[in-house]
């Protein structure tokens, strides 16, 4: 879907917590927010703060990376 998306000149940043399997697809743009549990891909349930930060990050994307199949981790101490 992602490469779908891209091919109408929309860029795209995944969110991955499978990096292996995601890594398969080779993303245009991907981070992989380090230590998350499945089912908390942007963190914990009301934790607004850390959810920003996981977005933010992913925008981040779009402007500094451009290397198809590279998944980039992220670290948020806050999780």
Known sequence: MQRGIEAQG???SLITLDVE???LM???RAI???GFEFGHSLGK???KNTQMKV???ALA???ERQEPGN???SHFPTY
């Open 10 to 12: 929309i860029p795209t």
């Open 21 to 23: 399997q995601s890594s």
């Open 26 to 28: 080779r993303p245009p």
């Open 32 to 34: 992989h927010p380090v």
């Open 45 to 47: 349930p009301n934790d």
């Open 55 to 57: 977005l933010y990050a």
């Open 61 to 63: 994307e779009l402007v």
């Open 71 to 73: 998944i980039h981790e």
